[in-house]
């Protein structure tokens, strides 16, 4: 069932809409949500990345990229 606080017990598979005029997206996960300390970053060309993360709760936003500005 699920509530508030899901809780995912492997590799999580982030998902976003597209984003007119985006390129490419930028994907960035912290620890805490205020405020944001990135731990780490990739990019991607698609809506959706496989997250390596370890143990606790972990935060994530997405940014869309445009190549040509």
Known sequence: QAGRRPVV??????????V????????QWSRSKYPWRAQ??????????????GAGVWYYRVRGLNASQ
């Open 40 to 53: 780490g970053s990739t990019f991607t060309y698609a809506t959706s990345s496989a997250l390596t993360l």
């Open 9 to 18: 017990y492997s590799t999580p598979l982030v998902a976003w809409r597209p």
């Open 20 to 27: 007119v005029g985006a390129t490419a997206y930028e994907v």
